[in-house]
């Protein structure tokens, strides 16, 4: 088996079927814990790492580039293929779901990725304005108490953002937009609708642009962005279970 990475896993008595999970921006595993319980209880296992720049300090990311972030990607789903299980799926979440692209795109070989809250599409001024922004204001200050009051379940993140990993993130997102129509992989999104951190709309751009036949789009109402957080999750995870079933 390969060395471990930086992550937490979950691997099920007699389990066939892996699972690549990849949170968020400024995120970490905990934002997936309820679809690593869920896929656990399914009898799926995965394992929920840490993307390069993220668990350590806001100085550290400002460090990481796209391909530091894709790169910690592919080594973690090196050791999920090294569990020797029949079926691999990625699932990513936010600016997850930009890797999980990616690795689609470098890895055509694998089984079916799941975007959830993809973030291919990021909209407002402050991305216009980020490169301007970020040469006086390298770091802005980012309130979470709002997170008690949007999720049911306990978030933890950065409470500064370095605005240059802001500027890559959006260059990562237009760079995999222009990739969409070369990954023929069996695609599962899945888009809150009261999402106001990315634009939903990005979530049809990838399932018109996307060069898979096999693709599903599921919007789910009244769910907010980190959905595995959100109490709407309980009608996300069914849309999984079926997906994976009729993918196995």
Not at 79 to 104: M, N
Not at 137 to 147: A, E, F, V
């Amino acid at each position: 088996m390969s060395e471990k990475p930086r992550g937490v896993e979950s691997i099920p008595d007699g389990a066939s079927i892996g699972f690549l999970l990849i949170h968020g921006f400024y995120g970490n595993p905990q934002d997936m814990d309820s679809l690593r319980e869920f896929l656990y209880n399914e009898g799926i296992a995965s394992f929920s790492m840490i993307l390069a720049g993220h668990e350590t300090s806001p100085e550290d990311l400002a460090e990481t580039t796209a391909e530091d972030w894709y790169q910690s990607a592919a080594v973690a789903l090196d050791y999920v293929r090294s569990w020797g299980l029949q079926h691999i799926f990625v699932a990513g979440l936010s600016a997850g779901g930009l890797v999980t692209l990616d690795l689609a795109y470098r890895q055509p070989q694998l089984e079916g990725i799941v975007l959830i809250s993809p973030a291919i599409k990021l909209g407002g001024l402050l991305g216009k304005l980020v490169p301007l922004i970020r040469r006086f204001m390298p770091y802005r200050k980012i309130d979470t108490s709002y997170l008690t009051e949007l999720y049911d379940l306990p978030r933890r993140r950065y409470e500064r953002e370095p605005l240059i990993a802001i500027q890559r993130l959006l260059r990562y997102a237009k760079e995999m937009r222009k990739k969409l129509p070369d990954i023929r992989v069996p695609t599962l999104i899945i888009q809150p609708g009261n999402d106001s951190t990315v634009d939903p709309r990005g979530a049809s751009l990838i399932y018109e642009h996307i060069g898979s036949t096999d693709k599903e789009l599921h919007f789910i109402e009244g769910a907010e962005h980190v959905i595995t957080c959100h109490p709407k999750r309980k009608e996300a995870y069914p849309l999984i279970r079926k997906w994976v079933e009729r993918h196995t």
